[in-house]
């Protein structure tokens, strides 16, 4: 069995403006989305990709500040373009289309 993952997403800045927030809950996702979340975070090292980010300054950057919670493990940290992490692009993707 899968543990249970809730992710958090708020972007902000950007040239258009565009804030958006999104929450997914694996425990309330029918089941393909779920574990297509989970598997997101599993490809995820979140505690080498926290080390390497920080938050910019910029207010014309795109800014995401992500929380995730997997396993009993929780982990939070914002990351700006053009410097996010290759390996949070796919999390990153999927939060925002399930946004809308």
Same mark, same amino acid.
């Given at each position: 069995?899968?543990? %249970?993952? /809730? *992710?958090? +997403? /708020? /972007?902000? !800045? &950007?040239? *258009? !403006? %565009?804030?958006? /927030?999104?929450?997914l809950d694996?425990?309330? +996702?029918?089941? #393909?989305?779920?574990?297509?979340? @989970?598997?997101?975070?599993?490809?995820? #090292?979140?505690?080498?990709? !926290? @080390?390497?980010?920080? $938050? @910019?300054?910029?207010? #014309? +950057?795109? %800014?995401?500040?992500? *929380?995730?919670?997997? &396993? !009993?493990?929780?982990?939070r940290g914002?990351?700006?373009?053009?410097?996010?992490?290759?390996?949070?692009?796919?999390?990153?993707?999927?939060?925002?289309g399930a $946004?809308?």
């Open positions: 069995m899968t543990p %249970r993952v /809730r *992710a958090e +997403l /708020r /972007r902000s !800045g &950007g040239f *258009a !403006g %565009r804030s958006l /927030r999104v929450v694996s425990a309330t +996702l029918p089941r #393909d989305q779920a574990a297509q979340l @989970a598997r997101l975070v599993e490809q995820i #090292d979140l505690n080498r990709v !926290g @080390a390497g980010i920080g $938050a @910019a300054s910029q207010a #014309d +950057l795109t %800014r995401y500040q992500l *929380a995730v919670e997997y &396993g !009993g493990r929780h982990w914002t990351v700006a373009e053009p410097c996010v992490p290759t390996e949070l692009r796919p999390l990153l993707k999927f939060l925002t $946004a809308g």
